[in-house]
Protein backbone atom coordinates (compact mmCIF):
# COMPACT_ATOMS: atom_id res chain seq x y z
CA UNK A 1 0.00 0.00 0.00
CA UNK A 2 1.12 3.57 -0.96
CA UNK A 3 2.56 5.06 2.20
CA UNK A 4 1.72 8.92 0.82
CA UNK A 5 -1.53 10.52 1.64
CA UNK A 6 -3.94 12.07 -0.80
CA UNK A 7 -4.11 8.99 -3.34
CA UNK A 8 -5.80 5.59 -3.82
CA UNK A 9 -3.14 3.98 -4.88
CA UNK A 10 -3.89 2.99 -8.10
CA UNK A 11 -5.34 3.49 -11.75
CA UNK A 12 -7.40 1.87 -13.98
CA UNK A 13 -6.79 0.93 -17.56
CA UNK A 14 -9.13 0.08 -20.25
CA UNK A 15 -8.45 -1.43 -23.35
CA UNK A 16 -10.98 -1.13 -25.80
CA UNK A 17 -9.72 -2.95 -28.55
CA UNK A 18 -9.52 -6.39 -26.16
CA UNK A 19 -12.28 -5.10 -24.16
CA UNK A 20 -9.73 -5.85 -21.17
CA UNK A 21 -9.40 -3.93 -17.61
CA UNK A 22 -6.44 -3.95 -14.98
CA UNK A 23 -6.26 -2.12 -12.37
CA UNK A 24 -2.02 -1.13 -11.58
CA UNK A 25 -0.43 0.42 -8.56
CA UNK A 26 1.06 3.53 -8.14
CA UNK A 27 4.94 3.05 -7.14
CA UNK A 28 6.22 5.40 -4.59
CA UNK A 29 8.79 6.36 -7.55
CA UNK A 30 6.14 7.34 -9.91
CA UNK A 31 4.24 9.34 -7.43
CA UNK A 32 7.51 10.90 -6.06
CA UNK A 33 8.42 12.20 -9.30
CA UNK A 34 4.89 13.68 -10.73
CA UNK A 35 2.83 13.85 -7.47
CA UNK A 36 -0.31 13.75 -9.20
CA UNK A 37 -2.76 14.46 -12.36
CA UNK A 38 -0.84 17.11 -14.48
CA UNK A 39 2.18 15.04 -13.57
CA UNK A 40 0.76 11.68 -13.70
CA UNK A 41 -0.82 12.67 -17.47
CA UNK A 42 2.27 14.00 -18.94
CA UNK A 43 4.77 11.06 -17.66
CA UNK A 44 2.07 8.66 -18.81
CA UNK A 45 1.19 9.82 -22.24
CA UNK A 46 5.36 10.30 -22.61
CA UNK A 47 6.15 7.14 -21.64
CA UNK A 48 3.29 5.22 -23.49
CA UNK A 49 2.95 7.22 -26.93
CA UNK A 50 4.88 6.65 -29.97
CA UNK A 51 5.83 9.70 -31.41
CA UNK A 52 4.00 10.91 -34.71
CA UNK A 53 0.76 9.23 -34.26
CA UNK A 54 -2.54 10.03 -35.05
CA UNK A 55 -4.46 11.33 -32.41
CA UNK A 56 -7.67 9.89 -34.09
CA UNK A 57 -5.62 6.51 -34.24
CA UNK A 58 -6.02 3.36 -31.63
CA UNK A 59 -2.59 3.88 -30.56
CA UNK A 60 -3.59 7.19 -28.71
CA UNK A 61 -4.81 7.22 -24.89
CA UNK A 62 -6.62 9.11 -22.92
CA UNK A 63 -5.29 9.80 -19.20
CA UNK A 64 -8.10 10.98 -16.56
CA UNK A 65 -6.48 11.81 -13.49
CA UNK A 66 -7.05 13.13 -10.33
CA UNK A 67 -4.62 15.13 -7.71
CA UNK A 68 -3.85 14.91 -4.34
CA UNK A 69 -6.41 17.31 -2.82
CA UNK A 70 -9.10 15.78 -5.31
CA UNK A 71 -12.17 14.30 -2.64
CA UNK A 72 -10.45 15.99 0.59
CA UNK A 73 -12.07 17.87 2.70
CA UNK A 74 -9.58 20.60 1.04
CA UNK A 75 -12.15 23.51 -0.95
CA UNK A 76 -12.16 24.25 -4.44
CA UNK A 77 -10.01 21.03 -5.07
CA UNK A 78 -12.62 19.38 -7.22
CA UNK A 79 -11.12 18.79 -10.72
CA UNK A 80 -10.16 16.51 -13.19
CA UNK A 81 -7.78 16.21 -15.91
CA UNK A 82 -8.17 14.54 -18.86
CA UNK A 83 -4.98 14.27 -20.91
CA UNK A 84 -4.30 12.93 -24.73
CA UNK A 85 -2.26 14.19 -28.31
CA UNK A 86 -4.65 16.92 -29.50
CA UNK A 87 -6.42 16.56 -33.14
CA UNK A 88 -5.96 20.00 -32.91
CA UNK A 89 -2.43 20.69 -32.03
CA UNK A 90 -0.70 17.63 -32.71
CA UNK A 91 0.50 18.26 -29.39
CA UNK A 92 0.38 17.54 -25.60
CA UNK A 93 -3.15 18.68 -24.28
CA UNK A 94 -4.49 18.95 -20.64
CA UNK A 95 -7.80 19.87 -20.12
CA UNK A 96 -9.92 19.94 -16.53
CA UNK A 97 -13.33 20.03 -15.47
CA UNK A 98 -14.92 20.68 -12.12
CA UNK A 99 -17.73 19.16 -10.96
CA UNK A 100 -18.03 15.82 -8.14
CA UNK A 101 -16.28 13.59 -11.31
CA UNK A 102 -12.58 13.77 -10.19
CA UNK A 103 -13.90 13.43 -6.30
CA UNK A 104 -16.22 10.70 -7.12
CA UNK A 105 -13.43 8.43 -9.08
CA UNK A 106 -11.24 8.85 -5.80
CA UNK A 107 -14.29 7.13 -3.89
CA UNK A 108 -14.89 4.81 -6.00
CA UNK A 109 -11.46 3.58 -5.35
CA UNK A 110 -9.22 4.84 -8.18
CA UNK A 111 -6.76 7.77 -8.89
CA UNK A 112 -7.27 7.99 -12.94
CA UNK A 113 -8.26 5.82 -15.79
CA UNK A 114 -5.67 5.33 -18.77
CA UNK A 115 -8.31 4.58 -21.70
CA UNK A 116 -6.26 2.75 -24.58
CA UNK A 117 -7.34 0.93 -28.18
CA UNK A 118 -10.31 1.47 -29.93
CA UNK A 119 -13.39 -0.30 -29.85
CA UNK A 120 -15.64 -1.59 -32.86
CA UNK A 121 -18.75 -0.69 -31.35
CA UNK A 122 -20.30 2.38 -29.12
CA UNK A 123 -19.47 1.22 -25.61
CA UNK A 124 -19.81 3.09 -22.06
CA UNK A 125 -17.51 2.50 -19.05
CA UNK A 126 -18.86 2.02 -15.30
CA UNK A 127 -17.01 2.28 -12.47
CA UNK A 128 -18.44 1.25 -9.18
CA UNK A 129 -16.43 0.47 -5.54
CA UNK A 130 -12.95 -0.82 -6.98
CA UNK A 131 -14.84 -2.18 -9.92
CA UNK A 132 -15.36 -1.34 -13.67
CA UNK A 133 -17.25 -2.77 -16.51
CA UNK A 134 -17.54 -1.83 -20.13
CA UNK A 135 -21.32 -1.84 -21.37
CA UNK A 136 -22.94 -1.48 -24.62
CA UNK A 137 -23.14 2.29 -25.75
CA UNK A 138 -25.12 1.86 -29.21
CA UNK A 139 -28.48 3.17 -27.75
CA UNK A 140 -26.69 6.02 -26.80
CA UNK A 141 -24.89 6.78 -30.09
CA UNK A 142 -26.30 9.94 -31.36
CA UNK A 143 -27.39 11.42 -28.05
CA UNK A 144 -26.74 14.61 -26.73
CA UNK A 145 -24.97 15.05 -23.67
CA UNK A 146 -28.08 15.57 -21.59
CA UNK A 147 -29.74 12.76 -22.94
CA UNK A 148 -26.87 10.19 -22.70
CA UNK A 149 -26.55 11.35 -18.83
CA UNK A 150 -29.88 10.22 -18.28
CA UNK A 151 -29.50 7.13 -20.10
CA UNK A 152 -26.97 6.18 -18.31
CA UNK A 153 -28.30 7.28 -14.93
CA UNK A 154 -32.08 5.20 -15.95
CA UNK A 155 -29.77 2.19 -16.93
CA UNK A 156 -28.16 2.51 -13.29
CA UNK A 157 -31.20 3.11 -11.80
CA UNK A 158 -29.20 5.70 -9.51
CA UNK A 159 -29.45 9.40 -9.69
CA UNK A 160 -26.72 9.73 -7.61
CA UNK A 161 -24.13 8.38 -10.43
CA UNK A 162 -21.23 10.81 -11.79
CA UNK A 163 -21.01 10.93 -15.56
CA UNK A 164 -18.55 12.51 -18.06
CA UNK A 165 -19.79 12.04 -22.22
CA UNK A 166 -19.36 12.89 -25.26
CA UNK A 167 -22.03 14.57 -27.50
CA UNK A 168 -22.42 13.77 -31.05
CA UNK A 169 -19.91 16.32 -32.08
CA UNK A 170 -17.32 13.81 -30.41
CA UNK A 171 -18.69 11.32 -32.39
CA UNK A 172 -18.72 13.03 -35.46
CA UNK A 173 -14.66 13.96 -35.11
CA UNK A 174 -15.26 17.50 -34.47
CA UNK A 175 -11.50 18.37 -33.78
CA UNK A 176 -12.55 20.61 -31.01
CA UNK A 177 -15.01 18.19 -29.35
CA UNK A 178 -15.21 18.39 -25.53
CA UNK A 179 -16.06 16.25 -22.80
CA UNK A 180 -19.08 17.28 -20.74
CA UNK A 181 -18.96 16.44 -16.50
CA UNK A 182 -22.20 16.14 -15.15
CA UNK A 183 -23.97 18.34 -17.94
CA UNK A 184 -22.07 21.15 -16.39
CA UNK A 185 -18.57 21.34 -16.76
CA UNK A 186 -16.68 20.90 -19.57
CA UNK A 187 -12.78 19.37 -20.52
CA UNK A 188 -13.12 21.97 -23.29
CA UNK A 189 -10.14 22.94 -24.79
CA UNK A 190 -7.78 20.64 -27.58
CA UNK A 191 -10.66 18.01 -28.58
CA UNK A 192 -10.58 15.60 -26.11
CA UNK A 193 -14.40 14.39 -27.01
CA UNK A 194 -12.80 14.11 -30.24
CA UNK A 195 -10.67 11.10 -29.37
CA UNK A 196 -12.85 9.37 -27.06
CA UNK A 197 -15.23 9.49 -30.14
CA UNK A 198 -12.45 7.77 -32.57
CA UNK A 199 -12.29 5.36 -30.00
CA UNK A 200 -16.36 5.07 -29.63
CA UNK A 201 -16.58 5.60 -26.04
CA UNK A 202 -19.54 7.29 -25.14
CA UNK A 203 -18.88 7.91 -21.42
CA UNK A 204 -17.74 6.99 -18.27
CA UNK A 205 -20.06 7.06 -15.42
CA UNK A 206 -18.24 6.50 -11.50
CA UNK A 207 -20.22 5.71 -8.47
CA UNK A 208 -18.17 5.58 -4.57
CA UNK A 209 -18.98 4.64 -1.33
CA UNK A 210 -16.29 2.86 -0.03
CA UNK A 211 -13.12 4.66 -0.47
CA UNK A 212 -12.53 7.53 2.22
CA UNK A 213 -8.94 9.30 1.06
CA UNK A 214 -6.05 9.27 3.65
CA UNK A 215 -4.18 12.42 4.05
CA UNK A 216 -1.01 12.71 5.53
CA UNK A 217 -0.92 14.94 8.06
CA UNK A 218 -4.98 15.92 8.87
CA UNK A 219 -4.41 18.45 11.64
CA UNK A 220 -2.56 20.48 8.57
CA UNK A 221 -4.61 19.39 6.07
CA UNK A 222 -7.85 21.05 7.94
CA UNK A 223 -5.46 23.78 9.23
CA UNK A 224 -5.34 24.58 5.40
CA UNK A 225 -8.82 23.65 4.50
CA UNK A 226 -9.82 26.47 7.48
CA UNK A 227 -7.15 28.82 5.55
CA UNK A 228 -8.74 28.90 2.23
CA UNK A 229 -12.11 29.62 4.18
CA UNK A 230 -11.04 32.36 5.77
CA UNK A 231 -9.49 33.87 2.86
CA UNK A 232 -12.84 33.64 0.99
CA UNK A 233 -14.43 35.49 3.65
CA UNK A 234 -11.57 38.13 4.01
CA UNK A 235 -12.24 38.46 -0.17
CA UNK A 236 -15.14 40.74 -0.76
CA UNK A 237 -14.87 39.29 -4.99
CA UNK A 238 -14.64 35.74 -3.92
CA UNK A 239 -16.66 35.69 -0.91
CA UNK A 240 -19.54 37.92 -2.49
CA UNK A 241 -18.20 38.54 -5.95
CA UNK A 242 -17.76 34.82 -6.87
CA UNK A 243 -21.62 33.72 -6.29
CA UNK A 244 -22.95 36.40 -7.45
CA UNK A 245 -20.88 37.01 -10.71
CA UNK A 246 -18.90 33.88 -11.41
CA UNK A 247 -16.17 34.69 -13.96
CA UNK A 248 -18.97 36.98 -15.85
CA UNK A 249 -17.79 39.83 -14.54
CA UNK A 250 -14.40 39.76 -16.43
CA UNK A 251 -16.20 41.29 -19.83
CA UNK A 252 -17.07 44.41 -17.89
CA UNK A 253 -13.26 44.62 -16.80
CA UNK A 254 -12.02 43.92 -20.20
CA UNK A 255 -14.16 46.22 -22.08
CA UNK A 256 -12.97 49.02 -19.75
CA UNK A 257 -9.93 48.44 -19.89
CA UNK A 258 -10.43 48.09 -23.80
CA UNK A 259 -9.13 44.00 -24.41
CA UNK A 260 -12.28 42.94 -25.40
CA UNK A 261 -12.06 39.72 -27.96
CA UNK A 262 -14.61 41.76 -30.87
CA UNK A 263 -15.93 40.07 -34.02
CA UNK A 264 -12.99 38.54 -34.32
CA UNK A 265 -10.44 40.68 -32.88
CA UNK A 266 -10.82 43.24 -35.20
CA UNK A 267 -11.56 45.56 -32.35
CA UNK A 268 -10.89 44.73 -28.28
CA UNK A 269 -13.96 47.23 -27.99
CA UNK A 270 -17.39 46.10 -27.79
CA UNK A 271 -20.12 49.11 -28.45
CA UNK A 272 -22.50 46.42 -27.25
CA UNK A 273 -20.61 44.92 -23.94
CA UNK A 274 -23.30 45.87 -21.58
CA UNK A 275 -25.71 44.14 -23.26
CA UNK A 276 -24.02 40.68 -22.74
CA UNK A 277 -21.95 41.57 -19.54
CA UNK A 278 -22.65 39.94 -16.18
CA UNK A 279 -25.41 41.94 -14.98
CA UNK A 280 -27.38 41.66 -18.47
CA UNK A 281 -26.47 37.41 -17.07
CA UNK A 282 -28.29 38.33 -13.60
CA UNK A 283 -31.00 40.42 -15.61
CA UNK A 284 -32.04 38.13 -18.45
CA UNK A 285 -30.77 34.54 -17.29
CA UNK A 286 -29.85 33.64 -13.85
CA UNK A 287 -31.51 31.23 -12.13
CA UNK A 288 -29.58 30.04 -9.11
CA UNK A 289 -25.93 28.93 -7.91
CA UNK A 290 -24.57 25.60 -8.41
CA UNK A 291 -20.76 24.36 -6.97
CA UNK A 292 -18.62 21.88 -7.83
CA UNK A 293 -17.13 19.74 -4.69
CA UNK A 294 -16.67 20.82 -1.63
CA UNK A 295 -16.72 24.46 -2.74
CA UNK A 296 -18.22 27.41 -1.00
CA UNK A 297 -17.63 30.04 -3.84
CA UNK A 298 -20.44 28.48 -6.24
CA UNK A 299 -19.62 30.76 -8.61
CA UNK A 300 -21.41 27.92 -11.39
CA UNK A 301 -24.77 29.80 -12.46
CA UNK A 302 -27.75 27.68 -13.62
CA UNK A 303 -29.84 29.57 -16.71
CA UNK A 304 -33.47 30.00 -17.57
CA UNK A 305 -34.79 32.16 -20.60
CA UNK A 306 -38.46 32.88 -19.34
CA UNK A 307 -39.27 34.81 -22.68
CA UNK A 308 -38.70 35.70 -26.22
CA UNK A 309 -37.79 33.79 -29.28
CA UNK A 310 -35.34 31.84 -27.52
CA UNK A 311 -37.30 31.15 -24.01
CA UNK A 312 -37.42 27.74 -22.80
CA UNK A 313 -33.49 27.49 -22.65
CA UNK A 314 -31.82 26.37 -19.51
CA UNK A 315 -28.08 25.61 -19.36
CA UNK A 316 -25.03 26.17 -17.23
CA UNK A 317 -23.44 29.36 -17.90
CA UNK A 318 -22.82 31.08 -19.53
CA UNK A 319 -19.11 32.03 -17.58
CA UNK A 320 -16.71 34.62 -19.25
CA UNK A 321 -15.25 32.95 -21.61
CA UNK A 322 -17.92 31.61 -23.40
CA UNK A 323 -19.47 35.09 -23.19
CA UNK A 324 -16.37 36.02 -25.00
CA UNK A 325 -16.39 33.65 -27.90
CA UNK A 326 -20.02 33.32 -28.50
CA UNK A 327 -20.73 37.10 -27.79
CA UNK A 328 -18.38 39.37 -28.47
CA UNK A 329 -15.92 37.87 -30.87
CA UNK A 330 -19.16 36.81 -32.91
CA UNK A 331 -20.44 40.14 -32.29
CA UNK A 332 -24.00 39.02 -30.60
CA UNK A 333 -25.38 41.69 -28.68
CA UNK A 334 -28.17 39.69 -26.92
CA UNK A 335 -27.15 38.07 -24.12
CA UNK A 336 -30.05 35.14 -24.35
CA UNK A 337 -28.75 34.16 -27.89
CA UNK A 338 -25.23 33.79 -25.92
CA UNK A 339 -26.76 31.41 -23.44
CA UNK A 340 -28.61 29.30 -26.70
CA UNK A 341 -25.35 29.22 -28.43
CA UNK A 342 -24.02 28.29 -25.24
CA UNK A 343 -26.70 25.37 -24.51
CA UNK A 344 -26.38 23.86 -27.68
CA UNK A 345 -22.42 23.18 -27.20
CA UNK A 346 -22.62 21.90 -24.11
CA UNK A 347 -25.35 19.70 -25.56
CA UNK A 348 -23.46 18.64 -28.37
CA UNK A 349 -20.16 18.69 -26.69
CA UNK A 350 -18.42 21.23 -28.38
CA UNK A 351 -16.03 23.64 -26.64
CA UNK A 352 -17.47 26.98 -27.05
CA UNK A 353 -14.21 28.28 -26.98
CA UNK A 354 -13.08 27.10 -30.12
CA UNK A 355 -16.22 27.01 -32.05
CA UNK A 356 -17.33 30.50 -31.69
CA UNK A 357 -13.62 31.98 -32.60
CA UNK A 358 -14.23 29.53 -35.75
CA UNK A 359 -17.62 30.74 -36.64
CA UNK A 360 -16.08 34.39 -35.82
CA UNK A 361 -13.03 33.57 -38.52
CA UNK A 362 -16.44 32.36 -40.84
CA UNK A 363 -17.52 35.46 -40.26
CA UNK A 364 -15.09 37.85 -40.67
CA UNK A 365 -14.07 36.02 -44.27
CA UNK A 366 -18.05 36.55 -45.15
CA UNK A 367 -17.91 39.69 -44.43
CA UNK A 368 -14.72 40.35 -46.90
CA UNK A 369 -16.21 38.27 -49.38
CA UNK A 370 -13.57 35.79 -49.05
CA UNK A 371 -16.32 33.24 -48.40
CA UNK A 372 -19.56 33.46 -50.41
CA UNK A 373 -22.89 33.01 -49.12
CA UNK A 374 -23.13 29.93 -51.45
CA UNK A 375 -19.75 28.52 -50.00
CA UNK A 376 -21.47 29.39 -46.55
CA UNK A 377 -24.29 27.19 -47.56
CA UNK A 378 -26.61 29.90 -47.56
CA UNK A 379 -25.84 31.22 -44.30
CA UNK A 380 -25.72 35.08 -43.62
CA UNK A 381 -22.91 35.00 -41.39
CA UNK A 382 -23.04 38.99 -41.04
CA UNK A 383 -21.35 39.37 -36.92
CA UNK A 384 -24.18 39.95 -34.82
CA UNK A 385 -26.53 37.12 -36.77
CA UNK A 386 -27.50 35.34 -33.69
CA UNK A 387 -29.47 33.07 -35.92
CA UNK A 388 -26.05 32.52 -38.25
CA UNK A 389 -24.04 31.56 -35.42
CA UNK A 390 -26.84 28.73 -34.35
CA UNK A 391 -26.91 27.24 -37.71
CA UNK A 392 -23.27 27.44 -38.50
CA UNK A 393 -22.63 25.73 -35.16
CA UNK A 394 -25.52 23.22 -35.98
CA UNK A 395 -23.37 22.36 -39.56
CA UNK A 396 -20.04 22.28 -37.58
CA UNK A 397 -21.47 19.56 -36.07
CA UNK A 398 -23.54 18.09 -38.79
CA UNK A 399 -20.13 18.34 -40.74
CA UNK A 400 -21.91 19.94 -43.78
CA UNK A 401 -20.64 21.52 -47.10
CA UNK A 402 -17.81 24.10 -45.51
CA UNK A 403 -18.81 23.11 -42.04
CA UNK A 404 -17.25 19.77 -42.30
CA UNK A 405 -13.58 22.05 -42.77
CA UNK A 406 -14.14 24.57 -40.24
CA UNK A 407 -15.16 21.69 -37.58
CA UNK A 408 -11.49 21.14 -38.46
CA UNK A 409 -10.23 24.10 -36.76
CA UNK A 410 -9.24 27.48 -37.93
CA UNK A 411 -5.63 26.68 -38.58
CA UNK A 412 -6.58 23.78 -41.27
CA UNK A 413 -9.21 25.51 -42.86
CA UNK A 414 -7.06 28.07 -43.59
CA UNK A 415 -4.44 25.51 -44.98
CA UNK A 416 -7.09 24.39 -47.14
CA UNK A 417 -9.03 27.75 -48.07
CA UNK A 418 -5.52 29.53 -48.74
CA UNK A 419 -6.34 32.92 -49.93
CA UNK A 420 -3.76 34.28 -47.21
CA UNK A 421 -6.99 33.55 -44.48
CA UNK A 422 -4.64 32.37 -42.30
CA UNK A 423 -4.64 36.33 -41.19
CA UNK A 424 -7.86 35.84 -39.69
CA UNK A 425 -7.33 32.85 -38.11
CA UNK A 426 -7.00 32.99 -34.46
CA UNK A 427 -5.21 30.54 -32.45
CA UNK A 428 -1.59 29.30 -31.00
CA UNK A 429 -0.39 25.44 -32.24
CA UNK A 430 -4.01 25.36 -33.62
CA UNK A 431 -6.08 26.17 -30.34
CA UNK A 432 -8.13 28.83 -30.77
CA UNK A 433 -7.59 31.62 -28.42
CA UNK A 434 -9.50 32.02 -24.90
CA UNK A 435 -10.88 35.24 -24.01
CA UNK A 436 -8.03 37.23 -22.56
CA UNK A 437 -5.76 39.80 -24.60
CA UNK A 438 -2.49 38.73 -26.24
CA UNK A 439 -2.35 42.28 -27.65
CA UNK A 440 -3.48 43.81 -24.31
CA UNK A 441 -0.88 42.00 -22.19
CA UNK A 442 2.68 41.79 -22.91
CA UNK A 443 2.80 38.61 -20.38
CA UNK A 444 0.10 36.55 -22.20
CA UNK A 445 2.22 37.73 -25.53
CA UNK A 446 5.04 35.40 -24.40
CA UNK A 447 2.33 33.35 -22.42
CA UNK A 448 -0.04 32.07 -25.53
CA UNK A 449 3.01 31.67 -28.38
CA UNK A 450 5.07 29.73 -25.43
CA UNK A 451 1.93 27.51 -23.85
CA UNK A 452 2.34 23.67 -24.54
CA UNK A 453 -1.62 23.73 -25.15
CA UNK A 454 -1.25 26.60 -27.71
CA UNK A 455 -4.05 29.37 -27.41
CA UNK A 456 -4.98 28.33 -23.27
CA UNK A 457 -5.56 31.47 -20.55
CA UNK A 458 -4.75 28.58 -18.07
CA UNK A 459 -1.16 28.00 -18.56
CA UNK A 460 -0.08 31.77 -18.20
CA UNK A 461 -2.29 33.83 -16.23
CA UNK A 462 -3.40 37.63 -16.70
CA UNK A 463 -4.51 38.64 -13.46
CA UNK A 464 -1.11 39.96 -12.05
CA UNK A 465 -1.57 42.55 -14.93
CA UNK A 466 -4.96 43.49 -14.97
CA UNK A 467 -4.04 43.68 -11.16
CA UNK A 468 -1.63 46.09 -12.09
CA UNK A 469 1.04 44.51 -10.03
CA UNK A 470 3.05 44.67 -13.58
CA UNK A 471 3.07 46.64 -16.55
CA UNK A 472 1.13 45.18 -19.08
CA UNK A 473 2.20 47.41 -21.88
CA UNK A 474 5.83 46.77 -20.89
CA UNK A 475 7.79 43.56 -22.26
CA UNK A 476 10.27 44.20 -20.21
CA UNK A 477 10.93 41.10 -16.96
CA UNK A 478 7.82 39.48 -18.86
CA UNK A 479 9.91 36.15 -19.76
CA UNK A 480 10.80 35.88 -16.06
CA UNK A 481 7.15 36.52 -14.98
CA UNK A 482 6.13 33.95 -17.29
CA UNK A 483 7.95 31.37 -15.47
CA UNK A 484 7.32 32.24 -12.28
CA UNK A 485 3.24 31.98 -13.44
CA UNK A 486 3.37 29.02 -15.61
CA UNK A 487 5.45 27.01 -12.62
CA UNK A 488 2.42 28.03 -10.12
CA UNK A 489 -0.35 26.78 -12.59
CA UNK A 490 1.96 23.73 -13.16
CA UNK A 491 1.46 22.69 -9.61
CA UNK A 492 -2.17 24.07 -9.53
CA UNK A 493 -2.89 20.98 -12.05
CA UNK A 494 -0.92 18.95 -10.28
CA UNK A 495 -2.36 19.45 -7.27
CA UNK A 496 -6.01 19.77 -8.37
CA UNK A 497 -7.18 23.11 -6.80
CA UNK A 498 -9.75 25.41 -8.35
CA UNK A 499 -7.83 28.71 -10.32
CA UNK A 500 -10.40 30.93 -8.29
CA UNK A 501 -8.26 30.17 -5.13
CA UNK A 502 -4.77 30.95 -6.72
CA UNK A 503 -4.14 33.67 -4.66
CA UNK A 504 -4.28 31.73 -1.23
CA UNK A 505 -1.13 30.11 -2.04
CA UNK A 506 0.33 32.61 -4.61
CA UNK A 507 0.58 32.93 -8.54
CA UNK A 508 3.50 34.29 -8.63
CA UNK A 509 6.36 32.16 -7.86
CA UNK A 510 6.65 29.02 -5.66
CA UNK A 511 6.34 29.47 -2.03
CA UNK A 512 6.70 27.90 1.15
CA UNK A 513 2.68 28.14 1.10
CA UNK A 514 3.14 25.56 -2.08
CA UNK A 515 5.04 23.30 -0.25
CA UNK A 516 2.82 23.18 2.79
CA UNK A 517 0.11 22.37 0.49
CA UNK A 518 1.98 19.27 -0.59
CA UNK A 519 3.30 18.05 2.02
CA UNK A 520 0.05 18.49 4.29
CA UNK A 521 -1.94 16.13 2.24
CA UNK A 522 0.52 13.91 0.66
CA UNK A 523 3.52 13.70 3.01
CA UNK A 524 6.56 13.92 0.79
CA UNK A 525 7.96 16.54 2.43
CA UNK A 526 9.28 18.26 -0.23
CA UNK A 527 11.46 21.95 -0.06
CA UNK A 528 10.20 24.90 -1.78
CA UNK A 529 13.07 23.89 -4.20
CA UNK A 530 11.86 20.39 -4.95
CA UNK A 531 8.56 22.00 -5.40
CA UNK A 532 9.71 24.19 -8.19
CA UNK A 533 11.79 21.56 -9.83
CA UNK A 534 8.32 19.54 -9.85
CA UNK A 535 6.73 21.87 -11.96
CA UNK A 536 9.92 22.14 -14.03
CA UNK A 537 9.88 18.48 -14.68
CA UNK A 538 6.37 18.26 -15.80
CA UNK A 539 6.72 21.67 -17.89
CA UNK A 540 9.94 20.28 -19.53
CA UNK A 541 8.03 16.59 -19.96
CA UNK A 542 5.00 18.30 -21.77
CA UNK A 543 7.98 20.21 -24.00
CA UNK A 544 9.50 17.61 -24.74
CA UNK A 545 5.99 15.84 -26.03
CA UNK A 546 5.84 18.61 -28.34
CA UNK A 547 9.35 18.47 -29.24
CA UNK A 548 9.20 14.54 -30.45
CA UNK A 549 6.20 15.48 -32.39
CA UNK A 550 8.59 18.29 -34.34
CA UNK A 551 7.49 21.37 -32.16
CA UNK A 552 10.09 23.86 -31.64
CA UNK A 553 10.74 27.78 -31.53
CA UNK A 554 9.21 27.41 -34.95
CA UNK A 555 5.75 27.07 -33.62
CA UNK A 556 5.89 29.61 -30.76
CA UNK A 557 3.93 32.24 -32.90
CA UNK A 558 1.15 34.63 -32.29
CA UNK A 559 -1.88 34.90 -34.83
CA UNK A 560 -0.66 36.89 -37.52
CA UNK A 561 -3.74 40.14 -36.50
CA UNK A 562 -1.84 40.21 -33.13
CA UNK A 563 1.65 40.64 -34.56
CA UNK A 564 1.15 42.94 -37.37
CA UNK A 565 -2.35 44.75 -36.29
CA UNK A 566 -2.34 47.04 -33.53
CA UNK A 567 -5.73 47.60 -31.29
CA UNK A 568 -7.76 50.43 -33.53
CA UNK A 569 -9.22 51.90 -30.76
CA UNK A 570 -10.18 52.58 -26.97
CA UNK A 571 -8.06 52.41 -24.16
CA UNK A 572 -5.17 50.20 -25.28
CA UNK A 573 -5.49 51.18 -28.57
CA UNK A 574 -2.07 50.77 -30.41
CA UNK A 575 -1.11 47.45 -28.40
CA UNK A 576 0.26 44.89 -30.46
CA UNK A 577 3.18 42.46 -30.00
CA UNK A 578 5.25 42.35 -33.15
CA UNK A 579 7.52 39.96 -34.36
CA UNK A 580 10.93 41.29 -33.58
CA UNK A 581 9.18 41.84 -29.76
CA UNK A 582 7.67 38.49 -29.24
CA UNK A 583 11.46 37.18 -30.52
CA UNK A 584 12.93 38.63 -27.71
CA UNK A 585 10.80 37.85 -25.03
CA UNK A 586 10.69 33.88 -26.28
CA UNK A 587 14.88 34.21 -26.20
CA UNK A 588 14.67 35.04 -22.69
CA UNK A 589 12.06 32.61 -21.90
CA UNK A 590 13.99 29.91 -23.00
CA UNK A 591 17.61 31.15 -21.29
CA UNK A 592 15.71 31.16 -18.25
CA UNK A 593 14.31 27.68 -18.91
CA UNK A 594 17.84 26.35 -19.61
CA UNK A 595 16.02 25.59 -23.32
CA UNK A 596 18.55 25.96 -26.36
CA UNK A 597 18.23 28.82 -28.74
CA UNK A 598 15.64 26.93 -30.73
CA UNK A 599 13.33 25.94 -27.99
CA UNK A 600 14.61 22.54 -27.00
CA UNK A 601 14.96 21.59 -23.41
CA UNK A 602 18.44 21.07 -23.04
CA UNK A 603 20.17 18.10 -21.97
CA UNK A 604 21.76 19.32 -19.55
CA UNK A 605 18.70 20.48 -18.10
CA UNK A 606 16.66 17.37 -19.09
CA UNK A 607 18.86 15.28 -16.36
CA UNK A 608 18.95 18.10 -13.84
CA UNK A 609 14.98 17.01 -13.61
CA UNK A 610 15.68 13.57 -13.29
CA UNK A 611 14.46 13.28 -17.13
CA UNK A 612 17.00 10.68 -18.38
CA UNK A 613 15.13 8.57 -20.53
CA UNK A 614 13.54 11.91 -21.86
CA UNK A 615 17.34 13.35 -22.43
CA UNK A 616 18.49 10.30 -24.14
CA UNK A 617 15.00 10.38 -27.09
CA UNK A 618 16.22 14.33 -27.23
CA UNK A 619 19.79 14.11 -27.55
CA UNK A 620 20.71 10.83 -28.34
S1 LIG B 1 -14.92 28.39 -7.75
FE1 LIG B 1 -16.40 27.67 -9.26
S2 LIG B 1 -15.19 26.38 -10.71
FE2 LIG B 1 -13.96 26.67 -8.83
S3 LIG B 1 -14.42 24.89 -7.57
FE3 LIG B 1 -15.85 26.51 -6.96
S4 LIG B 1 -17.74 26.23 -8.16
FE4 LIG B 1 -16.07 25.03 -9.12
Redesign the pocket.
Known sequence: MLKYGGYCGRFLRVDLTAKKITTEELTEEFVKKYVGCNGFGAAILYNELPARIDPFSAANKVVVATGPLTGTVVP?T?KVGFFTKSPLTGGFMDSYA?GHFGAELKFAGFDGVIIEGASEAPTWLYIEDGQAELRDASKLWGLSVPETEAAVRRDLNNDAVHVASIGPAGEQLVRFSCVMVDMSHAAGRGGVGAVLGSKKLKAIAVYGRKNPIPVADPEAVLALAEKIYQHIQETPSLATG?PKY?TTGALKANQTSGILGTRNWQSETFEHASSIDGDACLRELFEKNL??FQ?P????HFSRIKEGKYAGTTTIGPQYETMYSLGSVCGLTDIKAVAKANEYCNAMGLDTISAGVTVAFAMELYERGILSYEELGGLDLTFGNDEGLLAALESIVARRGIYKLLGEGTKRAAEVLGRETYKYAINVKGLELAGHSVRGYKGMSLGYATSTRGGSHQDMRHIPERAGLFDRRDPSGKAQLNYDITSTTTIRDTLNY?A?IEDVVGRVGITEKHAEMVNAVTGLNLSVNEVQQLADRIWNLERAFNVREGMSRKDDVLPYRFMHEPIPEGPSEGMYCPPEELEKMKDELYEIRGWTRDGIPSRDKLLELGLDQVAEELWP
Open positions: CPGMGACCLRCTCM
